[in-house]
């Protein structure tokens, strides 16, 4: 199936300053998507990518995805204390079932 | 807020015991699945329903047994278990199973096994 790999793994940052998680796959992708798990919570459906080059925009959130098919990246602006969580991203395997990346942890100090 | 409901949200349960999680959706969606997420860890896929007919079967131990019985109702039978099956049992669904569709999760089912 398709192999995603996620980084970073952790991401600790002073409220206020921006963030980033990135997920690459060594294949072109159909589509991804992205999810935040909160902390006790499950994980919630934030976007979907399906164009090269796509971006998209959700207030302080940005998603790309890459001209070849085979990257994104997940940026916040100025994070807050509410962006607290684990982003994942995912893709869909040979069986179009979605697969998780590992994740990228994000806390933040006020 | 959810709209795809799991039961009971927490379990402990010995390793002779048999329960059963259940999961509940009303969005008319086709597609259902069980993960399950160990601390720290991504959700791991370990069933698959499409119009309630098994599609996939992650090579997870006989211990764990699914069942839909319609197309609103998802159950997951535990019978045997043994400590190191204790996660986070996430049921979800889609519309139908297509790669492109997005994923409604359950709060969950924190299970523990002693």
């Known amino acids: 199936g398709q192999q995603v790999m996620q980084i970073p793994q952790y991401q600790h940052v002073q409220e206020g300053e921006d963030f980033t998680t990135y997920c690459n796959s060594s294949t072109t992708l159909s589509n991804i998507q992205w999810y935040k798990q909160r902390p006790g919570g499950h994980p919630v459906f934030l976007i979907q990518l399906v164009k090269s080059g796509e971006v998209k925009k959700q207030k302080r959130l940005t998603f790309q995805f890459g001209e070849a098919k085979k990257n994104s990246s997940l940026h916040i602006t100025a994070t807050q204390t509410t962006d607290v969580g684990t982003y994942f991203c995912a893709v869909p395997d040979n069986n179009n079932d979605m697969r998780f990346g590992a994740g990228t942890r994000l806390t933040v100090k006020p | 807020d959810t709209e795809v409901t799991q039961t009971p949200k927490h379990l402990v349960m010995g390793m002779t015991n048999k329960k059963s999680l259940k999961c509940e959706q009303h969005?008319?969606?086709?597609?259902m699945y069980w993960y399950k997420q160990k601390a720290k860890k991504p959700p791991e896929l370990m069933f698959v329903y499409s119009y309630e007919k098994l599609s996939i079967n992650e090579s997870v131990p006989s211990r764990f047994s699914p069942e839909c019985p319609n197309s609103s109702l998802l159950n997951l039978h535990l019978h045997a278990l043994q400590p190191e099956d204790s996660a986070l049992y996430l049921c979800?669904?889609?519309?139908?199973?297509?790669?492109?569709?997005?994923?409604?999760f359950g709060s969950g089912t924190q299970l523990s096994v002693l």
């Open positions: 979800a669904s889609s519309q139908v199973r297509r790669g492109r569709e997005k994923l409604f």
């Open positions: 969005m008319g969606h086709r597609a």
